[in-house]
């Protein structure tokens, strides 16, 4: 195995081990709302399974091909081998949004002891944290994967 199939390798076990924290929110938002059976529990329902359904689609898309090069590089690089901007600036404001939307949706559920504001945190949690896990997967994968050239002049310091 050459040095680019270990990356390849290494991203994706990292990539797959930061899908598991949004599939254990959805879990315990679904234990959740089973246990209280709150108002509207139908469309929370519907959201935690289109949001579990979505990760295991990405799930199995990164798993896949293991060795190969991922999709992934056509969009975070250009021809020329360098960052492509437009997409790195969209990950940057979904990262600043999911960070938002997580931070709101934790100090509600924290500080709002009723139960529909219960359940629906647990949404939002869900969504939010999923947005962030792919915007840290991304910035994970440009990290990994950006050719930077060799310099001799680096390894002199």
């Given at each position: 195995?050459?040095?680019?199939?270990k990356?390849?390798v290494?991203?994706?076990?990292?990539?797959?081990?930061?899908?598991?924290?949004p599939l254990?929110i959805i879990?315990?938002?679904?234990i959740?709302?089973?246990?209280?059976?709150?108002?509207?529990?139908?469309?929370?329902i519907i959201?935690f399974?289109?949001?579990a359904a979505?990760?295991?689609?990405?799930?199995?898309?990164?798993?896949?091909?293991?060795?190969?090069?991922n999709?992934?590089y056509?969009i975070a690089?250009n021809?020329?081998?360098n960052?492509?901007?437009?997409?790195?600036?969209a990950?940057i404001?979904?990262?600043?949004?999911?960070?938002?939307?997580t931070?709101?949706?934790?100090?509600?559920?924290?500080?709002?002891?009723?139960?529909?504001?219960k359940?629906?945190m647990?949404?939002?949690?869900?969504?939010?944290?999923?947005?962030?896990?792919?915007?840290?997967?991304?910035f994970?994968?440009?990290?990994m994967?950006?050719?930077?050239?060799?310099?001799?002049?680096?390894?002199?310091?």
């Amino acid at each position: 195995m050459n040095f680019e199939e270990k990356k390849n390798v290494i991203f994706r076990l990292i990539a797959g081990a930061l899908l598991l924290i949004p599939l254990f929110i959805i879990i315990f938002g679904l234990i959740h709302l089973f246990k209280t059976l709150a108002e509207g529990y139908i469309i929370s329902i519907i959201a935690f399974m289109l949001t579990a359904a979505f990760l295991l689609l990405e799930t199995v898309v990164i798993l896949k091909g293991w060795k190969k090069e991922n999709s992934l590089y056509k969009i975070a690089f250009n021809e020329n081998q360098n960052i492509n901007n437009v997409p790195l600036v969209a990950v940057i404001v979904g990262t600043l949004a999911g960070i938002g939307l997580t931070a709101l949706a934790i100090s509600v559920y924290f500080l709002r002891d009723t139960e529909p504001f219960k359940t629906s945190m647990l949404v939002v949690i869900s969504i939010s944290s999923y947005l962030l896990v792919n915007c840290v997967i991304y910035f994970i994968y440009v990290f990994m994967f950006k050719k930077r050239p060799i310099n001799l002049k680096n390894f002199i310091k």
